[in-house]
């Protein structure tokens, strides 16, 4: 039961390079969502996905592109890293349509910008 | 904007003994959801308990319980008969019931300590 996927695991990028963090669910969940999490703080909301063909911006969306590719993947993409967005990626997907339904999260993506 | 606090950065507690870890939150908002997420050395993100707004009676699930204080806006958490595999960053989360979106406002997180 592999729930929510995320890779890669660990990534080590320059300054001014680019990359797209994938993320995969098998639980047929309509909703997905990016998070990041910095040292000794909680989750904050990047991207997230209502539904299948729908996006829309979080707490802290600047610097990140998201595409909702299908049901299943919702890639978050980074088009010239920068050192501040050092941080791991947590992707989470969600079944509930306004209900009691938790979020899963994937494993997190540790992500260095030197 | 809803905001989830938690005062207690750091907790500690010995084994077998009795623990509650505070969050209080600001809504609005009448219908939510609120949440505890236990995050392990691991990085995962594993849910421990949930409660509904509108349910009075508070949430247990085994050694977990909550104290929902509606009013006050208050959800701590109490981990009874502490096990050294208890030891993790807490995190207290809000959702609201009328957002299409679910998403979730996550607290600053408690680090848990658990004493042999």
């Known amino acids: 039961n592999a729930g929510v996927t995320q890779t890669p695991k660990f990534q080590v990028l320059k300054t001014g390079q680019s990359m797209t963090l994938q993320c995969a669910q098998d639980?047929?969940?309509?909703?997905m969502y990016w998070y990041r999490q910095d040292p000794g703080m909680g989750l904050r909301l990047i991207y997230y996905s209502a539904s299948e063909g729908t996006t829309d911006k979080g707490e802290v969306p600047n610097g990140y592109n998201v595409s909702r590719l299908n049901k299943r993947e919702f890639s978050l993409r980074l088009e010239s890293a920068a050192p501040s967005q050092t941080s791991v990626y947590f992707c989470?997907?969600?079944?509930?349509?306004?209900?009691?339904?938790?979020?899963?999260f994937g494993d997190g993506t540790r992500l260095s910008i030197l | 904007a809803q905001t989830v606090t938690q005062s207690q950065p750091e907790m500690s507690v010995q084994e077998a003994e009795t623990v509650t870890l505070s969050c209080t939150y600001d809504?609005?908002?009448?219908?939510?959801?609120l949440f505890w997420y236990k995050q392990p050395p691991s990085r995962q993100m594993i849910l421990v308990i949930r409660?509904?707004?509108?349910?009075?009676q508070n949430a247990t699930e085994n050694r977990f319980s909550v104290n929902f204080q509606k009013a006050a806006k208050s959800f701590s958490l109490k981990i009874s008969d502490s096990q050294l595999g208890d030891a993790a960053m807490y995190f207290c989360?809000?959702?609201?019931?009328?957002?299409?979106?679910?998403?979730?406002?996550f607290g600053g997180g408690t680090r848990l300590m658990v004493k042999p």
């Open positions: 989360a809000y959702r609201s019931a009328y957002n299409a979106g679910n998403m979730l406002t």
């Open positions: 809504t609005s908002e009448s219908d939510y959801y």
């Open positions: 409660q509904e707004a509108y349910k009075q």
């Open positions: 639980m047929n969940h309509n909703s």
């Open positions: 989470a997907s969600s079944g509930g349509d306004r209900g009691y339904q938790p979020q899963h």
